[in-house]
């Protein structure tokens, strides 16, 4: 077996595993880590269903090896709650019906994450463009938004 | 729930209301399992090997390369899947669709499987399959299918015809619909339209490709673990094709991620359990995105020939419609669905469909939301916004005075119950959005649409748990929140609250045989099981109250949650809640339940309208969807939310298809972009909100006035579209997708004429 010893973070946890070179970072979470809130749509980067954040960075995992994430911080859907207490994002998703089949849901739940905290206060057509790299084939996308709105606005602490 | 005294109207303490889905937490945690999402012991990769050629004899197959490869447990072709059809021609399709058995009928058709120890192997495997085929003719467009000329797809291509027709060979079948003397209507209109129209096709679309996980016991038993619209139907072909007992072979439905129609028919499962037979192991498959568009789905493509013809006063005097759907190799119904939704909005006196399946080298056509209905409605309500603008008409005027209403003969034969298409239009004319004004380049589009919803067999079991909360178990797979809606009603029938109800998806060993989750039927026919498995367990458990209180049973009612006793005798005693019942059972009879087996009947027909207005770019024919309005029917919104989640869903996948959505195939045959960058789907940027009013006219079939909602969504959107671009540009549309290049096109070659 050709597997690269890899050592990285995770959701705040100290993770290693072992993988083979061409292995995706999303077949790594999934198969090896048992992590599967990312899911595959596509397989090339074209649907977002596998967003997670590398150092920060919103990636599609299925475009990332495994053996890239060598030394960095891994975040994924599985982390965004703390214990039982969901995170904005999620409570506001769950409030707006902003999900039907949910299997885009942990993917726009990152990507919306990652752009709140980059700009806690997007216009409507910020958000759009913000999360026009995952596809939902349900909603039509008004409840997202919707969602996204009124997310930002508890977590800038706004009065409602 | 009670009746009004005063207005005879329903009233409801739950239903209506807009709880948090009871599967959310999972679904937004990364917990929900999804077809890839589960793995059994010992499992093995299942991939499958796939024609490159649009049409092709199978001379052999040479397997014994990857046989022999190390890690291999199990390679598979037709020869492995036997004839089990017992003369069935539609099974012995579906089984040839899952595997070739002499012939390639289109690329992407599977012709191998291997299992093996990892997806690695498994790959290596695939390339070692040498398939030795005899290119043939073929034909992807279904108007060249149809000249006489062209090659025949099929050798069954004539069984469903009758020969005296002297059709050509690629047509499946023929249906007519209609009533009253077209030519006479024809002869005594004013003015006459008549335009044909071209739909490219399109695919579901749905994110989760299709997944499942199986194994077969040398004992003849089996699981299956899968993402499907409908585990029951999914048991029984699975089982017929490969010869089990259908009570041995269990299925278990996962979360789905969408489905649309795509996900009621089989694939790639009766692959897996078959190389689970021959590996004597469990076989995971899951197909690539490719593979999906390849393989599975798409809807048909379509040629649709129209002609209407009406008075002075824009009253419809004739109606004509020659609608030919692609179906894929095999048979289909999607001339027949054309025929008998595309004039079904209007109220004609003399009307005439024909609809006709063509066979093509593309993949099996599947059900997609309303199938066959919004290209239908595409061409005819196309036809209507021109005659308007020729009778200098408020298009919606025209829609007024033409609408079915109760008591309508529809197009296609009944007479129309209690509907809801005027009241639907009488709220298209008061909202706002038709008071906005429009600037240069921008453009105003309305259509109407229609699908009639089906309803079928049900069965549901309602579980009193210890503590008093219930359980409620039902069978119609949940592909978008429906099981809220049905601990919502059980709620409301059993008086208690929404909270205190768990509605969970049964496995196919749990409940007897649900049909699929389709043709808008599962929040309809679950929800009337649902009640009567309710009125069951209240039943029980006014015998249990009666037996506490040792009293008559019919000296107790059912009230608000309790058992309370009525009478002179023992209307004093305080009541018992279900919680208290619920603590005696050991001491009064045992488990409470109820439980309900229906075929449901009473289905409610469901009517929309939509309002789409567009900005399009001159330049470079881009369209901008400014503004979107859904207004359509429900009957009865038991979760409104999430009604308006199918409306505006619905409405957006109506909106690709009309600007984006298309397959392209090359002249050999093979499809051109079979990924989401080519094949494109509406993205959040594309779009704005998408307003909706949510109409309720009760159907009188069911017992709170449900009707299905799921479907009609996407039936008016192409003409919605097309009649806003239309007005825009000045320019007739007349072929979906309206993709940039495609209005470019239409736009120079207007100035030319």
């Known amino acids: ?160 | 729930m009670n009746i009004n005294a005063k207005t005879q109207i329903q009233e409801f303490r739950s239903v209506g209301t807009r709880p948090v889905r009871q599967d959310g937490v999972d679904k937004v945690t990364g917990r929900a399992r999804y077809g890839a999402d589960y793995n059994m012991p010992g499992q093995l990769v299942g991939l499958v090997l796939r024609s490159p050629h649009a049409h092709a004899r199978i001379k052999s197959i040479d397997t014994s390369a990857a046989e022999a490869l190390k890690g291999v447990k199990a390679v598979i072709t037709a020869a492995d899947l036997p004839d089990h059809a017992d003369g069935d021609e539609g099974l012995l399709e579906i089984l040839d669709n899952c595997m070739a058995r002499t012939k390639a009928r289109y690329d992407g058709h599977a012709v191998a499987a291997v299992a093996a120890i990892d997806e690695a192997t498994a790959r290596k495997a695939l390339g070692l399959i040498r398939v030795d085929y005899e290119v043939l003719p073929h034909v992807t467009d279904v108007d060249e299918a149809l000249k006489s000329t062209a090659n025949v797809v099929h050798e069954h291509a004539t069984s469903r015809v009758d020969p005296e027709q002297n059709v050509p060979l690629n047509v499946h079948a023929t249906e007519e619909f209609g009533h009253g003397d077209i030519e006479a209507g024809f002869a005594k209109s004013d003015l006459i339209v008549e335009r044909s129209f071209k739909a490219e096709q399109s695919h579901q679309g749905y994110i989760e490709p299709h997944a499942c996980v199986a194994s077969v016991n040398a004992d003849g038993t089996g699981d299956l673990w899968v993402t499907t619209q409908g585990h029951f139907s999914y048991r029984i072909v699975c089982a017929q094709l490969l010869g089990m007992d259908v009570s041995k072979l269990r299925v278990t439905s996962s979360e789905i991620g969408g489905g649309f129609g795509g996900k009621t028919h089989v694939w790639a499962e009766p692959v897996a359990l078959a190389l689970s037979r021959k590996a004597g192991r469990p076989v995971k498959l899951t197909m690539s995105r490719e593979e999906v568009f390849r393989s599975t789905g798409p809807t048909s493509p379509a040629s649709i020939d129209v002609k209407i013809g009406v008075s002075n006063e824009g009253v419809i005097t004739s109606a004509y419609a020659h609608l030919r759907y692609g179906c894929g190799p095999y048979s289909g119904v999607w001339g027949m669905l054309g025929a008998m939704t595309a004039f079904a909005c209007y109220d004609i006196e003399n009307v005439k469909t024909i609809g006709i399946d063509v066979r093509i080298n593309r993949p099996k056509t599947a059900a997609y939301r309303a199938p066959s209905a919004p290209v239908a409605a595409f061409a005819v309500e196309s036809v209507l916004d021109e005659i308007a603008q020729k009778l200098d008409m408020d298009p919606l005027e025209l829609r007024f005075r033409n609408a079915v209403k109760n008591g309508s003969r529809s197009s296609y034969g009944p007479t129309f119950g209690t509907i809801g298409l005027v009241e639907v239009l009488e709220a298209v004319k008061s909202h706002p959005q038709l008071n906005v004004p429009l600037a240069a380049n921008q453009g105003r589009g309305i259509a109407c649409g229609y699908w009639f919803n089906i309803g079928g067999q049900t069965c549901t079991t309602l579980n009193i748990g210890v503590d008093g909360t219930a359980t409620l178990t039902i069978g119609t797979v949940d592909v978008g929140g429906s099981r809220s809606s049905m601990s919502l009603v059980a709620a409301e029938e059993l008086g208690i609250d929404y909270d205190k109800v768990k509605t969970v998806i049964g496995d196919t060993a749990t409940l007897g045989h649900n049909d699929t989750t389709e043709g808008s039927r599962g929040t309809f026919s679950s929800s009337m099981a649902t009640i009567n498995a309710v009125k069951q367990a209240i039943g029980v458990l006014r015998e249990r109250a009666a037996k506490m209180w040792e009293i008559p049973v019919d000296d107790v009612v059912w009230e608000k949650g309790c058992a309370r006793a009525v009478g002179e005798e023992h209307g004093n005693l305080p009541t018992l809640s279900l919680a208290e019942i619920a603590k005696e059972a050991p001491n009064t009879g045992g488990p409470i339940a109820g439980h309900s087996e229906i075929v449901a009947e009473g289905v409610g027909v469901s009517f929309g309208a939509h309002i789409c207005d567009v900005e399009v770019d001159p330049e470079t024919g881009a369209t901008k969807i400014l503004r979107y309005l859904v207004v359509q029917d429900a009957g009865r919104a038991i979760h409104p939310a999430y009604v308006e989640g199918q409306y505006q869903g619905g409405a957006v996948q109506g909106i690709g298809w009309a600007l984006n959505e298309e397959y392209v195939y090359g002249a050999d045959g093979r499809l051109q972009n079979a990924g989401f960058l080519d094949y494109r789907i509406p993205v959040c940027s594309d779009l704005p909100m998408i307003d909706t009013v949510i109409v309720e006219v009760p159907n009188p079939g069911h017992p709170y006035g449900v009707r299905g909602v799921g479907e009609t969504p996407i039936v008016p959107p192409l003409a919605a579209v097309a009649n806003a671009i239309s007005r825009a540009t000045g320019v007739r549309m007349t072929h979906v997708p309206m993709s940039p290049p495609r209005v470019l096109a239409a736009l120079e070659n207007a100035k030319v004429t």
């Open chain 1, 1 to 160: 077996m050709n597997g690269i010893a890899v050592s990285t973070a995770i959701n705040g946890d100290d993770i290693e595993f072992l993988c083979r070179p061409e292995e995706t970072l999303l077949t790594v979470l999934r198969d090896r880590l048992g992590l599967m809130g990312a899911k595959e749509g596509c397989g090339t980067g074209d649907c977002g269903a596998c967003s997670v954040r590398v150092d920060g960075r919103l990636v599609c995992s299925c475009l990332v090896l495994g053996a890239e994430v060598q030394g960095q911080v891994v975040e994924t859907i599985e982390g965004m709650a703390s214990g039982d207490s969901l995170h904005p994002l999620q409570e506001k998703f769950l409030e707006h019906a902003a999900l039907q089949c949910g299997i885009c849901t942990p993917g726009f739940l990152m990507a919306a994450k990652d752009l709140l905290e980059r700009n806690p206060d997007p216009s409507e057509e910020e958000i759009r463009f913000g999360l026009a790299g995952n596809l939902c084939r349900c909603t039509g996308y008004d409840k997202i938004v919707r969602a996204v709105q009124d997310a930002a606005q508890v977590m800038r602490g706004d009065a409602a």
